[in-house]
């Protein structure tokens, strides 16, 4: 419904603006495409950059709210000429800072998938149906003279197997998908022009992005895999924080390692600075 309202209003001003010789109708509409895709850019950069962000990069952001302030006042007063150029300075900004949190994403995507790859792969031949050991579960067991083949904590790998392998393959696949958003060959192409034009830094601009979306829905997949290898720490995870009931918000799921529940929040657009407070808060409260 949103979209649909953004799409009425820009048609609408559109018309409205073929009526008068005040300015030039393209600079007027293409600023208004302009101003809603820096807003929106920047809305969904802000979560990026305080989860994943240098300080550099922190700077970069904060540069290119000013530019984007500056550029909208130009946009709020109709001075579209302005605007128009203002904001095409402000996407070259978008590009470069957009290239260097994409690599960081898929530097991050790797590194979780890889995580789980070897275990997950033990574990698709180990606990088959047809393994040696699933052999040993169809035979009574003498508590006297045999020997357990298997630990308490590994029997249900023979059940979610299946899962972990169809984990692995969609957060490789979801990987792919998200390199060859990265690696476009069109945006090098684009890149080497002398004069980039507003339509190609969008094209860009969304290439970065897709980028970025994709890597987080791999991420979410290796996420998954570690969640379902240590099934005991979710019980220990509501004691340990208390928690009565319903889901389990990732910064107390311990389940997932510590070094990957930026992760886990980004992917569900959470600042992890913000949440790691509500821990911080939670243990402040119960040692009282």
């Known amino acids: 419904m949103k979209i649909y309202r953004k799409a009425l209003f820009i048609a609408v001003l559109a018309v409205l603006l073929m009526e008068t010789d005040s300015f030039p109708v393209s600079s007027a509409v293409k600023s208004t495409e302009d101003y809603y895709l820096s807003m929106n850019s920047l809305r969904e950069m802000k979560i990026m950059v305080e989860n994943f962000g240098d300080e550099e990069l922190k700077k970069n952001y904060a540069s290119i709210n000013t530019l984007f302030q500056s550029a909208s006042e130009d946009y709020y007063g109709q001075n579209f000429s302005s605007s128009f150029e203002k904001y095409k300075k402000l996407k070259f900004e978008f590009i470069t800072i957009l290239e260097k949190i994409a690599q960081v994403y898929l530097n991050r995507t790797k590194e979780i998938l890889d995580s789980t790859q070897k275990e997950s792969f033990d574990i698709m031949i180990k606990y088959s149906k047809n393994s040696g050991l699933a052999q040993y579960l169809r035979k009574p067991f003498d508590p006297l003279r045999d020997v357990k083949p298997l630990k308490e ?136």
């Open 153 to 288: 904590d590994e029997y249900h790998y023979f059940r979610d197997r299946e899962r972990i392998e169809s984990y692995l393959k969609n957060g490789y696949k979801l990987y792919q998908e998200a390199k060859g958003y990265f690696n476009d060959p069109e945006i090098e192409m684009l890149k080497k022009r002398k004069a980039m034009s507003s339509e190609s830094q969008n094209f860009i601009i969304s290439r970065y992005l897709n980028t970025i979306y994709t890597c987080r829905q791999s991420k979410q997949n290796g996420i998954a895999i570690h969640q379902i290898k240590n099934p005991n720490e979710l019980g220990k995870s509501l004691v340990k924080y208390d928690i009565k009931g319903g889901s389990i918000i990732p910064i107390f799921d311990d389940r997932i390692p510590e070094k990957y529940k930026v992760d886990a929040n980004d992917n569900i657009r959470l600042i992890h600075a913000v949440e790691l407070k509500r821990v911080e808060r939670y243990q402040n409260t119960k040692n009282r």
